[in-house]
């Protein structure tokens, strides 16, 4: 059935917009009762497919070309059908393709340098479709996930061995459980929070973003979430097997990453607390550059949180197994930093520590007779994407008085995810002001309501790991916030505008990343991705096909995209993720279909290694 863009009046036009967003209610409707009865591996799906569709009478074979006057030939369709994807190899069921251990043995390992990213070329980039194992299960729902994960979808147990005694995760038949333990907190990461928050002012708002290096399976950022703080944890890849794959199976921010010689990949004054529990991060070498590097990212007034070795030295040098000179020389060193970078000791108790960040400069002059106190000469401090890591202090913005939060005062949250922004308010944002940031999240609040229309799973809970691949100033993330799920925000490194740092002074996370390049994370990691107008921006930078692959690599089985963007840009990936198992849907903008921005809505179908699918092909 094809829709002539020339119907007779807006009435017929409406009525065929309606239509359409009704059949689309269904088709995710189905899609939603399959998914959460774990079907997937029936051998009749598609069958069912079938059926559910026909009864929903959702419209066959949808002409979008036609309806738009694009100028698609006659026999689009049966070129979209000449290439299909094929699976890759069974042994790249967890494939990392910057973090891949075998190119990683290849560099250096002085400072970590093998550990951090090293993409392959364009030549040996991957152009199949990463299956997942066997027995792959959709994860539990939040908050059950924080504590199992199913075992056929991370099958390693070398965790519960090498730390059986320190309960991080343990064996129980065909699911993974997580006690919630860790190294520095044996007696569960809800007591260890406890502790952190009668010095913190965790309680009130004040501490909303928080950095965890080491991560471990990211227990920390598991339990804040009760506390309204949600953690960007990261881990090396494999530093023990499947730790960052674990925390994002759990439903937790991680990505895969690494203290080594590049900066690391956030803006300036974004977290109000960085955190390491054995995190094994020598903090006292390169001249206390790691440290500098936790001091750029961390807000005024911000704290950092340092646990196990080697604070408390003196008592805890014989259980460490460590000699007592060489931990005294690290904790010296420490301390050497602390203080010129200017970080006041707020507390220290057992093998505990921590320190807060100053707010100004001001309150900070005594450094600037302090020779090693060398300040970065770089004028923008959010610029960190391959930038080397140097021994230098980040300068505070300017500040009025002694007593001013250098780079602006934030609210408190869940007050300032709505508030201006200070980089906002102050101009750092060329091109936005107060004004057009509150147009802007107006908009995002119309967007997100379409979607919700369309794909009435939206914030039921189905979708807990969410990323939007152009997150702009955080509209989509705002408008979505809630404690069902969380939204990793990336920014483009060729993005018009720098805006990174708004997002986390609303109290959402994110990242800065190319997409002519592989995400930092396992596959299968996102139940959801966002994607507004990430192929306009990028058409003349890479391959649509690698980025669409990149997409496919990440997304569960059965998650969900939505793309938004120009016409004729989504008329070229629709013809694509067809080849690559997506069900796919085209939408209208919601303010109807003379607006040329469209939105393309598509599902990835239920396949595995060498098993069967849900293809209705």
Same mark, same amino acid.
């Not at 390693?156 to 006690?179: C, D, H, M």
């Given at each position: 059935?094809?829709?002539?863009?020339?119907?007779?009046?807006?009435?017929?036009?409406?009525?065929?917009?309606?239509?359409?967003?009704?059949?689309?209610?269904?088709?995710?409707?189905?899609?939603?009762?399959?998914?959460?009865?774990?079907?997937?591996?029936?051998?009749?799906?598609?069958?069912?497919?079938?059926?559910?569709?026909?009864?929903?009478?959702?419209?066959?074979?949808?002409?979008?070309?036609?309806?738009?006057?694009?100028?698609?030939?006659?026999?689009?369709?049966?070129?979209?059908?000449?290439?299909?994807?094929?699976?890759?190899?069974?042994?790249?069921?967890?494939?990392?393709?910057?973090?891949?251990?075998?190119?990683?043995?290849?560099?250096?390992?002085?400072?970590?340098?093998?550990?951090?990213?090293?993409?392959?070329?364009?030549?040996?980039?991957?152009?199949?479709?990463?299956?997942?194992?066997?027995?792959?299960?959709?994860?539990?729902?939040?908050?059950?996930?924080?504590?199992?994960?199913?075992?056929?979808?991370?099958?390693?147990?070398?965790?519960?061995?090498?730390?059986?005694?320190?309960?991080?995760?343990?064996?129980?038949?065909?699911?993974?459980?997580?006690?919630?333990?860790?190294?520095?907190?044996?007696?569960?990461?809800?007591?260890?929070?406890?502790?952190?928050?009668?010095?913190?002012?965790?309680?009130?708002?004040?501490?909303?973003?928080?950095?965890?290096?080491?991560?471990?399976?990211?227990?920390?950022?598991?339990?804040?979430?009760?506390?309204?703080?949600?953690?960007?944890?990261?881990?090396?890849?494999?530093?023990?097997?499947?730790?960052?794959?674990?925390?994002?199976?759990?439903?937790?921010?991680?990505?895969?990453?690494?203290?080594?010689?590049?900066?690391?990949?956030?803006?300036?004054?974004?977290?109000?607390?960085?955190?390491?529990?054995?995190?094994?991060?020598?903090?006292?070498?390169?001249?206390?550059?790691?440290?500098?590097?936790?001091?750029?990212?961390?807000?005024?007034?911000?704290?950092?949180?340092?646990?196990?070795?080697?604070?408390?030295?003196?008592?805890?040098?014989?259980?460490?197994?460590?000699?007592?000179?060489?931990?005294?020389?690290?904790?010296?060193?420490?301390?050497?930093?602390?203080?010129?970078?200017?970080?006041?000791?707020?507390?220290?108790?057992?093998?505990?520590?921590? +320190?807060? !960040?100053?707010? %100004? &400069?001001?309150?900070?002059?005594?450094?600037?007779? #302090? @020779?090693?106190?060398?300040?970065?000469?770089?004028?923008?401090?959010?610029?960190?994407?391959?930038?080397?890591?140097?021994?230098?202090?980040?300068?505070?913005?300017?500040?009025?008085?002694?007593?001013?939060?250098?780079?602006?005062?934030?609210?408190?949250?869940?007050?300032?995810?709505?508030?201006?922004?200070?980089?906002?308010?102050?101009?750092?944002?060329?091109?936005?002001?107060?004004?057009?940031?509150?147009?802007?999240?107006?908009? +995002?609040? !119309?967007?997100? %309501? &379409?979607?919700?229309?369309?794909?009435?799973?939206? #914030? @039921?809970?189905?979708?807990?790991?969410?990323?939007?691949?152009?997150?702009?100033?955080?509209?989509?993330?705002?408008?979505?916030?809630?404690?069902?799920?969380?939204?990793?925000?990336?920014?483009?490194?060729?993005?018009?505008?720098?805006?990174?740092?708004?997002?986390?002074?609303?109290?959402?996370?994110?990242?800065?990343?190319?997409?002519?390049?592989?995400?930092?994370?396992?596959?299968?990691?996102?139940?959801?991705?966002?994607?507004?107008?990430?192929?306009?921006?990028?058409?003349?930078?890479?391959?649509?096909?690698?980025?669409?692959?990149?997409?496919?690599?990440?997304?569960?089985?059965?998650?969900?995209?939505?793309?938004?963007?120009?016409?004729?840009?989504?008329?070229?990936?629709?013809?694509?993720?067809?080849?690559?198992?997506?069900?796919?849907?085209?939408?209208?903008?919601?303010?109807?279909?003379?607006?040329?921005?469209?939105?393309?809505?598509?599902?990835?179908?239920?396949?595995?290694?060498?098993?069967?699918?849900?293809?209705?092909?």
């Amino acid at each position: 059935m094809a829709l002539k863009s020339n119907s007779g009046d807006g009435r017929t036009r409406s009525s065929m917009q309606i239509f359409i967003v009704a059949g689309l209610c269904c088709f995710f409707y189905i899609l939603g009762a399959w998914q959460r009865s774990g079907f997937g591996k029936a051998d009749n799906l598609a069958e069912r497919i079938i059926k559910s569709t026909e009864d929903c009478n959702i419209i066959p074979n949808l002409t979008f070309e036609t309806h738009h006057g694009g100028d698609v030939g006659p026999n689009d369709d049966s070129e979209s059908k000449s290439k299909i994807y094929q699976p890759c190899p069974s042994r790249f069921t967890d494939y990392t393709p910057c973090q891949d251990q075998s190119r990683a043995m290849t560099f250096p390992r002085e400072n970590m340098i093998y550990r951090e990213r090293h993409c392959p070329p364009q030549q040996e980039k991957l152009h199949c479709l990463i299956p997942a194992p066997k027995g792959y299960v959709n994860p539990f729902p939040w908050p059950k996930s924080r504590d199992y994960v199913p075992f056929a979808n991370a099958p390693y147990k070398s965790l519960t061995v090498e730390k059986a005694i320190q309960n991080w995760v343990q064996y129980e038949g065909n699911v993974f459980r997580f006690p919630g333990g860790g190294t520095q907190f044996p007696q569960g990461a809800d007591k260890y929070i406890d502790q952190l928050a009668s010095v913190l002012p965790i309680a009130n708002g004040t501490v909303r973003t928080a950095l965890d290096t080491g991560c471990g399976v990211a227990s920390l950022g598991a339990y804040l979430w009760s506390r309204n703080v949600i953690a960007m944890s990261f881990a090396p890849r494999d530093s023990h097997e499947a730790q960052v794959q674990f925390a994002l199976e759990r439903g937790v921010p991680a990505v895969i990453g690494v203290f080594g010689t590049v900066k690391l990949p956030y803006p300036s004054r974004a977290f109000d607390m960085a955190h390491c529990s054995r995190c094994l991060i020598p903090w006292g070498a390169n001249d206390g550059m790691y440290l500098m590097e936790v001091d750029r990212v961390l807000r005024p007034g911000g704290y950092w949180v340092l646990s196990g070795p080697p604070i408390n030295w003196k008592n805890n040098y014989r259980s460490w197994q460590r000699p007592k000179e060489e931990l005294q020389d690290e904790q010296r060193k420490i301390e050497e930093t602390a203080k010129l970078l200017c970080w006041d000791k707020k507390y220290e108790n057992g093998e505990m520590a921590i +320190w807060q !960040k100053r707010l %100004n &400069a001001d309150s900070c002059r005594g450094r600037q007779d #302090d @020779s090693r106190a060398t300040l970065c000469k770089s004028t923008d401090t959010d610029d960190a994407w391959y930038k080397k890591m140097e021994a230098c202090i980040t300068p505070y913005p300017d500040s009025s008085s002694s007593d001013e939060v250098a780079g602006g005062q934030l609210k408190v949250f869940p007050e300032r995810l709505y508030a201006v922004p200070p980089r906002v308010a102050s101009g750092s944002v060329p091109g936005v002001s107060a004004k057009t940031y509150q147009v802007y999240n107006k908009e +995002w609040k !119309k967007h997100v %309501n &379409a979607y919700k229309k369309i794909n009435k799973l939206l #914030d @039921s809970g189905r979708y807990r790991n969410i990323m939007d691949m152009n997150a702009g100033m955080g509209g989509f993330a705002a408008a979505l916030e809630s404690p069902k799920l969380w939204v990793m925000n990336v920014v483009p490194t060729i993005a018009e505008k720098s805006t990174l740092g708004v997002i986390y002074e609303r109290g959402l996370i994110g990242i800065y990343h190319d997409w002519c390049e592989a995400f930092s994370t396992y596959p299968r990691t996102y139940d959801l991705i966002h994607a507004s107008g990430v192929f306009s921006l990028y058409q003349d930078r890479c391959n649509m096909e690698d980025i669409l692959l990149e997409m496919d690599r990440i997304l569960r089985p059965e998650g969900a995209v939505i793309f938004r963007d120009e016409v004729d840009v989504l008329i070229k990936v629709r013809k694509m993720v067809r080849q690559m198992r997506w069900h796919t849907k085209m939408v209208d903008h919601e303010d109807g279909p003379l607006v040329p921005e469209k939105i393309l809505v598509a599902v990835k179908q239920y396949w595995v290694a060498g098993g069967n699918s849900t293809s209705t092909q």
